[in-house]
C-alpha cells in the first residue's frame, strides 16, 4: 500500500479530481473575475475594455467606502467575539466544570444553524413591532429606548454584527478547545505543583501551545467577515440606504441589479486582494515557533 | 505520510461538501429550462408571483386553456418566483443564455439591456402580421416597450399608484374624497385628531416611500420633471424632488402614517389598512385583487382616488406603468410563444383577469359594469382620468439611478437631510454613467 502512495503518479491520479474541481471553480473564476474587471460589461452587450477605470471609480464610489468601513467594523467586532471572548469561554469549559459538554453544545448550536434561518430569527427580536428585544426593553423600563431596529442607520450595523458575533463564538470556542485539550495533561500536573494560578497556567502553558491553531482560526475569522454575505442580504439586504452594505453585498448589487458586472467584479478582485492581505498580515502578527510535545 | 494523505483526504472530503453544496441549485435550474425547449412541446414561461399572490391562479387557468386548445400541442409551464428572486434569476439567465421561452418583464430600463444584448426576440414582424392585435392595445401603452422602432415585449397588464381608502372611516369622521392638496392633509389631520391612523405605508421596502415621494413630486412639478430627468435636462436633485420629500417628512412629523412604519414590512403595513385600523394606503392598483378577496375584511368598503397635486394644474399624473411578457431570443418554438402571447392579450383573456383579479387590462375592452367589483370600476374611472402616467423609477432608471432613487427616499423617511440626500443622488448617477 505504501509502495503505491508513494509513487508520484499515483499521487497525482487521486489528486487529479480535486484539482480538477479546484480549478473549474475557484481558480478559473478568479482569473475570468479578473478578466472582466477590467471591461464595462452587462454580459449581454459588446464589452468596453475600460483598463483600470474600475478600480479608479471604485476609489470615488462612496457607497464602496462605506462597504469598507462596514467591513472593517465587521471584522473587529468579530476578532472581538471570535478570539478573547471565546477563548475565554473555552478555557471555561477547559477547567471540567459540571456540565461543560453540555455548554459546550449550547454554545456550538448556533453555528450549526443555516445563516438564513438565524437572520429571520434575528429579524423576529429585533422587529419593531412584535420583537423580543423592544418587549425586553419595555419591561424593564426601558421603553424609550425601543426602535426599529433594523430601520435606524446608526444602529442597525451593530445589530447584525451582534448576531454574527453570537452566532459563529461557539464555532470558533471549539476549535480552540480543541487546541486546548491537545495540551498534555502532565505540564499542567507539574504546574499546580509549582503553585501556578490558572492565569499563569493560560498564559505560560496553553497560550503559546494553541498559538498555531489561534492563527489559523484567526484567520477564518478575517476571511470569513471579510466576505461575509448572508445574514445581511436577509435581515437587511444592505439597507437601509446602504447602511448595512458590505463588499460582497455591494458586488452582488452592482453585479444582479444594475447589471454593472466589470464594476461588480472589480469589487470582487479588491476583497480577494484584501483576503489576501489579511493573510498575510496575520502570518506577521502570529509567528511563532512550533513546540514539539 | 500518513499526515499528508489525510490532509488530502479532507481537502477532497471538504471541496465535495462546498462544491455540492453550492452546485446542486445551479444544475436543477439548467436541466429545468433545457428541458422544456428541448421537447418542443412545453413552453416555460417565468413570471413573478408569490405564494400570497391571487392572480396565479387565473394566469395558470389561461395557460391551461391555451394548453388545451391551441393547434400547435404545446403545454404553457408557468415558473412563479417572488420579486428579488425573479430579478436575480432572470439576470442570471439573461447572462448565461439560458432564458426560459417566454419572461415576464417591466418596461423601459428594465427590458433595455435585455434587448440590447440581443436576448429578446423582437415582436414588432408579428404585430405588423396580425393588424388586429396591434390594434387592440390602448394608446400608449406599447411605447414604453419599443426600442429602435420595434416592439419587444406585450402588455398584459396597466397598473398605477392610488390612495386606497376605507370609505365607513370616512364616513364615520364625516370626510368626503380630497380634492386639492390641502384638503388631503386636512383630512389626515382630523382623523389623527380623532385617533385613527390616517396612512398605512412599508418603510422597509424601499420602493414604497419612493412611489409616494414621486406621486408628490408629479403634483410640485408635472410631468415635466418626469421627462426632463429621462431626457436629461433636469437633474435628481430638483426642488421638486426636495420639496416632496420635505412634504412626506412633513407628514412623518405630523403622524399621519401608522406607528412603527420604519419597521414594518408591506405585509404589516398592508394588514393594518385591511382589517380597518387605517384609513388609507398609498399602493398600486394590482393590490386590488387582494382587497376585493374574500378574506379581506374591507373588501365592501373599499374605494381608491388619486392623491391630489399640490399645484391643481398637475392633477391627475399618476405614478404608473405596464406589465409585460417577452420571448427569449432562444426560445425554439417561436410561433407557439407568439401564439400564447396573443392568446393572452385577447379580450377574453383580459376580461378574465379584469373581472376576476381586478386587475388593469392593457387591451381596449369594453368593460362590463355589472361584473365589476365597485373598487375596479373606481380604478377604471381614475384611469381614465389620468393625464399623464410616469414610470416608477426604478423601471425606468432599471437598477443604478432608479433603485438609487428609492434608497434615497427610504433615507428620507429615516430623517435625513432632503436636500443632501438628493445631492448625493445626483453624484451618483453622474458617477455611474461611467461604471
Given at each position: 500500500?505504501?509502495?503505491?502512495?508513494?509513487?508520484?503518479?499515483?499521487?497525482?491520479v487521486?489528486?487529479?479530481?480535486?484539482f480538477?474541481?479546484?480549478?473549474?471553480?475557484?481558480?478559473?473564476?478568479?482569473?475570468?473575475?479578473?478578466?472582466?474587471s477590467?471591461?464595462?460589461?452587462?454580459?449581454?452587450?459588446?464589452?468596453?475594455?475600460?483598463?483600470?477605470?474600475?478600480?479608479t471609480?471604485?476609489?470615488?464610489?462612496?457607497?464602496?467606502?462605506?462597504?469598507?468601513?462596514?467591513?472593517?467594523?465587521?471584522?473587529?467586532?468579530?476578532?472581538?467575539?471570535?478570539?478573547?471572548?471565546?477563548?475565554?469561554?473555552?478555557?471555561?469549559?477547559?477547567?471540567?466544570?459540571?456540565?461543560?459538554?453540555?455548554?459546550?453544545?449550547?454554545?456550538?448550536?448556533?453555528?450549526?444553524?443555516?445563516?438564513?434561518?438565524?437572520?429571520?430569527?434575528?429579524?423576529?427580536?429585533?422587529?419593531?413591532?412584535?420583537?423580543?428585544?423592544?418587549?425586553?426593553?419595555?419591561?424593564?423600563?426601558?421603553?424609550?429606548?425601543?426602535?426599529?431596529?433594523?430601520?435606524?442607520?446608526?444602529?442597525?450595523?451593530?445589530?447584525?454584527?451582534?448576531?454574527?458575533?453570537?452566532?459563529?463564538?461557539?464555532?470558533?470556542?471549539?476549535?480552540?478547545?480543541?487546541?486546548m485539550?491537545?495540551?498534555?495533561?502532565?505540564?499542567?500536573?507539574?504546574?499546580?505543583?509549582?503553585?501556578?494560578?490558572?492565569?499563569?497556567?493560560?498564559?505560560?502553558?496553553?497560550?503559546?501551545?494553541?498559538?498555531?491553531?489561534?492563527?489559523?482560526?484567526?484567520?477564518?475569522?478575517?476571511t470569513?467577515?471579510?466576505?461575509?454575505?448572508?445574514?445581511?442580504?436577509?435581515?437587511?439586504?444592505?439597507?437601509?440606504?446602504?447602511?448595512?452594505?458590505?463588499?460582497?453585498?455591494?458586488?452582488?448589487?452592482?453585479?444582479?441589479?444594475?447589471?454593472?458586472?466589470?464594476?461588480?467584479?472589480?469589487?470582487?478582485?479588491?476583497?480577494?486582494?484584501l483576503?489576501?492581505?489579511?493573510?498575510?498580515?496575520?502570518?506577521?502578527?502570529?509567528?511563532?515557533?512550533?513546540?514539539?510535545? | 505520510?500518513?499526515?499528508?494523505?489525510?490532509?488530502?483526504?479532507?481537502?477532497?472530503l471538504?471541496?465535495?461538501?462546498?462544491?455540492?453544496?453550492?452546485?446542486?441549485?445551479?444544475?436543477?435550474?439548467?436541466?429545468?429550462?433545457?428541458?422544456?425547449?428541448?421537447?418542443?412541446?412545453?413552453?416555460?414561461?417565468?413570471?413573478l408571483?408569490?405564494?400570497?399572490?391571487?392572480?396565479?391562479?387565473?394566469?395558470?387557468?389561461?395557460?391551461?386553456?391555451?394548453?388545451?386548445?391551441?393547434e400547435?400541442?404545446?403545454?404553457?409551464?408557468?415558473?412563479?418566483?417572488?420579486?428579488?428572486?425573479?430579478?436575480?434569476?432572470?439576470?442570471?439567465?439573461?447572462?448565461?443564455?439560458?432564458?426560459?421561452?417566454?419572461?415576464?418583464?417591466?418596461?423601459?430600463?428594465?427590458?433595455?439591456?435585455?434587448?440590447?444584448?440581443?436576448?429578446?426576440?423582437?415582436?414588432?414582424?408579428?404585430?405588423?402580421?396580425?393588424?388586429?392585435?396591434?390594434?387592440?392595445?390602448?394608446?400608449?401603452?406599447?411605447?414604453?416597450?419599443?426600442?429602435?422602432g420595434?416592439?419587444?415585449?406585450?402588455?398584459?397588464?396597466?397598473?398605477?399608484?392610488?390612495?386606497?381608502?376605507?370609505k365607513?372611516?370616512?364616513?364615520?369622521?364625516?370626510?368626503?374624497?380630497?380634492?386639492?392638496?390641502?384638503?388631503?392633509?386636512?383630512?389626515?389631520?382630523?382623523?389623527?385628531?380623532?385617533?385613527?391612523?390616517?396612512?398605512?405605508?412599508?418603510?422597509?421596502?424601499?420602493?414604497?416611500?419612493?412611489?409616494?415621494?414621486?406621486?408628490?413630486?408629479?403634483?410640485?412639478?408635472?410631468?415635466?420633471?418626469?421627462?426632463?430627468?429621462?431626457?436629461?435636462?433636469?437633474?435628481?436633485?430638483?426642488?421638486?424632488?426636495?420639496?416632496?420629500?420635505?412634504?412626506?417628512?412633513?407628514?412623518?412629523?405630523?403622524?399621519?402614517?401608522?406607528?412603527?412604519?420604519?419597521?414594518?414590512?408591506?405585509?404589516?403595513?398592508?394588514?393594518?389598512?385591511m382589517?380597518?385600523?387605517?384609513?388609507?394606503?398609498?399602493?398600486?392598483?394590482?393590490?386590488?385583487s387582494?382587497?376585493?378577496?374574500?378574506?379581506?375584511?374591507?373588501?365592501?368598503?373599499?374605494?381608491?382616488?388619486?392623491?391630489?397635486?399640490?399645484?391643481?394644474?398637475?392633477?391627475?399624473?399618476?405614478?404608473?406603468?405596464?406589465?409585460?411578457?417577452?420571448?427569449?431570443?432562444?426560445?425554439?418554438?417561436?410561433?407557439?410563444?407568439?401564439?400564447?402571447?396573443?392568446?393572452?392579450?385577447?379580450?377574453?383573456?383580459?376580461?378574465?383577469?379584469?373581472?376576476?383579479?381586478?386587475?388593469?387590462?392593457?387591451?381596449?375592452?369594453?368593460?362590463?359594469?355589472?361584473?365589476?367589483?365597485?373598487?375596479?370600476?373606481?380604478?377604471?374611472?381614475?384611469?381614465?382620468?389620468?393625464?399623464?402616467?410616469?414610470?416608477?423609477?426604478?423601471?425606468?432608471?432599471?437598477?443604478?439611478?432608479g433603485?438609487?432613487?428609492?434608497?434615497?427616499?427610504?433615507?428620507?423617511?429615516?430623517?435625513?437631510?432632503?436636500?443632501?440626500?438628493?445631492?448625493?443622488?445626483?453624484?451618483?448617477?453622474?458617477?455611474?454613467?461611467?461604471?
Amino acid at each position: 500500500m505504501n509502495k503505491v502512495l508513494g509513487d508520484k503518479k499515483t499521487i497525482a491520479v487521486f489528486a487529479l479530481p480535486a484539482f480538477l474541481i479546484y480549478f473549474v471553480f475557484a481558480l478559473m473564476p478568479i482569473f475570468y473575475n479578473i478578466y472582466i474587471s477590467l471591461f464595462r460589461t452587462d454580459l449581454m452587450s459588446p464589452a468596453v475594455f475600460v483598463g483600470l477605470e474600475n478600480y479608479t471609480n471604485l476609489l470615488k464610489d462612496t457607497t464602496f467606502k462605506k462597504a469598507l468601513v462596514n467591513n472593517m467594523l465587521m471584522v473587529a467586532g468579530s476578532l472581538i467575539a471570535h478570539l478573547p471572548l471565546a477563548l475565554f469561554l473555552g478555557n471555561l469549559l477547559f477547567q471540567k466544570v459540571k456540565g461543560s459538554h453540555f455548554f459546550q453544545t449550547v454554545f456550538f448550536m448556533p453555528s450549526v444553524i443555516c445563516g438564513v434561518a438565524v437572520g429571520l430569527l434575528w429579524t423576529f427580536i429585533y422587529n419593531s413591532e412584535f420583537g423580543l428585544l423592544n418587549k425586553l426593553l419595555e419591561t424593564m423600563g426601558l421603553g424609550n429606548l425601543t426602535q426599529a431596529w433594523l430601520a435606524n442607520k446608526r444602529v442597525v450595523l451593530f445589530c447584525v454584527i451582534i448576531v454574527v458575533m453570537w452566532q459563529f463564538v461557539g464555532y470558533h470556542m471549539v476549535i480552540q478547545l480543541a487546541a486546548m485539550k491537545n495540551v498534555p495533561e502532565a505540564l499542567y500536573e507539574s504546574a499546580r505543583i509549582d503553585g501556578a494560578s490558572k492565569w499563569v497556567q493560560f498564559r505560560f502553558i496553553t497560550f503559546p501551545l494553541i498559538k498555531n491553531i489561534l492563527k489559523i482560526d484567526a484567520v477564518l475569522i478575517v476571511t470569513g467577515s471579510l466576505k461575509y454575505y448572508d445574514l445581511i442580504a436577509v435581515m437587511t439586504g444592505g439597507g437601509p440606504n446602504h447602511a448595512t452594505e458590505l463588499m460582497s453585498t455591494y458586488m452582488f448589487y452592482q453585479g444582479f441589479r444594475t447589471l454593472k458586472y466589470g464594476y461588480s467584479a472589480a469589487i470582487g478582485i479588491v476583497l480577494l486582494l484584501l483576503c489576501i492581505f489579511a493573510l498575510f498580515l496575520l502570518n506577521k502578527v502570529f509567528k511563532s515557533e512550533s513546540y514539539e510535545y | 505520510m500518513r499526515r499528508k494523505i489525510s490532509c488530502l483526504f479532507l481537502t477532497v472530503l471538504m471541496m465535495i461538501t462546498v462544491l455540492t453544496g453550492c452546485q446542486s441549485g445551479k444544475s436543477d435550474e439548467s436541466t429545468d429550462s433545457k428541458g422544456g425547449m428541448s421537447e418542443g412541446e412545453t413552453l416555460t414561461v417565468m413570471c413573478l408571483g408569490t405564494a400570497a399572490d391571487a392572480y396565479k391562479e387565473t394566469y395558470q387557468e389561461i395557460a391551461d386553456e391555451f394548453s388545451a386548445n391551441n393547434e400547435y400541442g404545446v403545454t404553457v409551464k408557468f415558473e412563479f418566483y417572488e420579486n428579488e428572486q425573479y430579478k436575480t434569476k432572470l439576470a442570471t439567465l439573461m447572462a448565461s443564455n439560458s432564458v426560459p421561452d417566454v419572461f415576464f418583464t417591466w418596461e423601459l430600463s428594465y427590458l433595455q439591456p435585455f434587448v440590447e444584448g440581443g436576448k429578446v426576440y423582437s415582436l414588432q414582424e408579428a404585430i405588423d402580421a396580425d393588424e388586429g392585435w396591434k390594434n387592440s392595445f390602448s394608446d400608449g401603452v406599447l411605447e414604453p416597450l419599443t426600442f429602435d422602432g420595434e416592439v419587444y415585449a406585450i402588455p398584459t397588464q396597466k397598473s398605477f399608484c392610488a390612495m386606497f381608502y376605507n370609505k365607513q372611516i370616512f364616513e364615520e369622521n364625516n370626510l368626503q374624497i380630497p380634492t386639492t392638496y390641502e384638503e388631503f392633509l386636512a383630512v389626515c389631520e382630523t382623523l389623527k385628531g380623532n385617533g385613527v391612523p390616517p396612512m398605512a405605508l412599508a418603510a422597509t421596502d424601499a420602493w414604497i416611500p419612493s412611489e409616494l415621494i414621486q406621486q408628490i413630486s408629479n403634483g410640485i412639478a408635472g410631468i415635466d420633471l418626469f421627462n426632463g430627468i429621462v431626457e436629461g435636462r433636469r437633474q435628481w436633485n430638483d426642488p421638486a424632488h426636495v420639496e416632496a420629500a420635505k412634504e412626506a417628512q412633513v407628514m412623518i412629523e405630523k403622524g399621519y402614517f401608522q406607528d412603527g412604519m420604519l419597521g414594518m414590512s408591506d405585509e404589516e403595513a398592508k394588514s393594518q389598512f385591511m382589517n380597518g385600523k387605517t384609513a388609507m394606503y398609498f399602493m398600486g392598483t394590482w393590490e386590488a385583487s387582494n382587497l376585493m378577496a374574500d378574506d379581506c375584511a374591507i373588501k365592501d368598503v373599499v374605494s381608491a382616488f388619486a392623491l391630489p397635486a399640490e399645484n391643481p394644474e398637475y392633477n391627475n399624473i399618476s405614478v404608473g406603468g405596464v406589465s409585460c411578457f417577452a420571448i427569449s431570443e432562444n426560445c425554439i418554438n417561436k410561433e407557439e410563444a407568439i401564439a400564447f402571447l396573443k392568446y393572452f392579450s385577447s379580450v377574453e383573456s383580459q376580461e378574465k383577469i379584469l373581472y376576476e383579479q381586478g386587475r388593469l387590462p392593457s387591451a381596449k375592452i369594453e368593460t362590463d359594469e355589472s361584473k365589476l367589483s365597485p373598487l375596479v370600476s373606481d380604478l377604471i374611472k381614475l384611469s381614465n382620468e389620468s393625464t399623464g402616467l410616469t414610470t416608477w423609477w426604478d423601471r425606468a432608471f432599471g437598477a443604478g439611478e432608479g433603485v438609487e432613487f428609492n434608497n434615497k427616499c427610504l433615507a428620507v423617511f429615516g430623517g435625513d437631510d432632503a436636500q443632501k440626500v438628493f445631492d448625493e443622488l445626483q453624484t451618483f448617477a453622474d458617477d455611474n454613467a461611467n461604471r
